[in-house]
């Protein structure tokens, strides 16, 4: 059995006492994903700075109905640290041939690579990633942050494959924002529509893949976490403003609404947020898809006094019971045979004689995260 160990990186230093983990996962090969009840946003306790925790996120992947050589991307924690989370180390173990991580810098995405020989009976791997998180916020009061690289700015503005910025999408934002003039206002008045005019797919599965220019053309703003995301970040984009979806997993309970937090297996836990760049600012981050899910699913009315709480708070805040992985988009898996992008890389992806596969087929790949996370002292 291979086996080998990513450098550990040096832990966050966190002042305050310790006190219990307020989520628990169960034990591996859970099928069944528990959520806490909602609570009041209204009475939602401030969090003391700098509380980190750490997370351990194990992934078990077991690949069926191979035929020949076989190559699995699966997409890590974004390795670069923030204010809000950190990557501590991987370790992984299977009967892979060959495994091995590479980076995309200006996407900031980290990519796990295994391969299985031809004749490789049950392919399997397990990875254990150590993550540590504290809740981000945004302070309108704080300036001077440190300027985003100009490469990553200029990719923040560009269309892809999913995202338009001119014709529909630049209308839309145009009215939108109306005659405001000033970046961080223009950011809160699109931030503002999305959330007014889009509804969340209970119904639907996995992140949604869903062109803006033509989700706007037909009237139906209703999509899944991307879908929405995508749509702040593409009207965004078309007035002048940097932005990005950023995709990752949701892990643990919610101290907002309990149909925002998970536990047990986290499979189909995949969740899209969004952040937009200000000068002076750096990036912002939003939810606006979290906002939409829980007027759905928590049967938030309008005229309900929590809902301008919670709009208000998810502008610049994350609650880091989510692991953020990367904001790549129109993706070229590294070493693949095939030249197809990916619209994005959230999901373990599968490369055989036979085709590319990703972990929502089932025929193909047993795929199982679980998630345990402590207190950092």
């Not at 305050?16 to 009041?40: C, F, K, V, Y």
């Not at 509804?199 to 989700?215: C, R």
Request: charge should be positive; proline fraction near 5%; hydrophobic fraction near 40%.
């Amino acid at each position: 059995m291979a086996v080998k160990k990513k450098a550990t990186a040096k832990k966050p230093q966190a002042k305050q006492t310790p006190r219990s983990s307020d989520s628990h996962s169960t034990a591996n090969g859970a099928s069944t994903n528990t959520h806490t009840e909602p609570h009041n946003v209204i009475s939602l306790p401030e969090e003391p700075p700098a509380r980190w925790r750490t997370v351990d996120i194990q992934t078990n992947i077991a690949l069926k109905r191979v035929k020949g050589r076989a190559r699995l991307w699966l997409p890590l924690a974004q390795y670069k640290d923030t204010l809000w989370q950190r990557s501590l180390s991987h370790t992984w173990e299977g009967n892979f041939s060959s495994a091995s991580i590479y980076r995309d810098p200006v996407a900031e995405m980290e990519v796990f690579v295994a391969e299985w020989t031809e004749g490789t009976d049950n392919p399997k791997l397990q990875i254990v990633s150590q993550i540590a998180t504290q809740d981000r916020h945004f302070d309108v009061t704080r300036r001077g942050a440190i300027a985003e690289r100009t490469e990553v700015l200029r990719q923040c503005l560009q269309p892809t494959s999913q995202i338009a910025v001119d014709g529909i999408v630049r209308k839309t934002a145009e009215r939108a924002i109306g005659r405001i003039k000033d970046p961080l206002a223009m950011g809160k008045a699109i931030y503002d529509w999305v959330i007014g005019n889009t509804e969340f797919d209970t119904a639907g599965k996995g992140l949604g893949n869903a062109n803006v220019a033509s989700l706007l053309e037909s009237g139906k703003l209703v999509g899944r976490s991307a879908d929405i995301a995508q749509l702040f970040v593409a009207l965004c984009r078309s007035v002048g403003i940097p932005a990005r979806p950023v995709f990752g997993l949701r892990m643990g309970t919610s101290r907002l609404f309990g149909s925002l937090g998970i536990l047990g297996e986290l499979n189909e836990a995949q969740h899209c947020r969004a952040e937009f760049y200000i000068p002076g600012y750096s990036w912002i981050g939003v939810d606006p898809a979290d906002v939409r899910k829980a007027i759905a699913e928590e049967n938030i009315s309008s005229a309900d006094p929590k809902l301008p709480v919670f709009k208000k708070l998810l502008f610049g805040f994350w609650e880091m019971n989510w692991i953020g992985f990367n904001a790549a988009q129109d993706i070229t898996l590294r070493g693949a045979s095939a030249a197809d992008t990916l619209p994005h890389l959230i999901y373990p992806t599968l490369e055989t004689t036979e085709g590319r596969f990703d972990s929502q087929d089932s025929t193909r790949m047993n795929y199982s995260v679980t998630a345990t996370r402590t207190e950092t002292p």
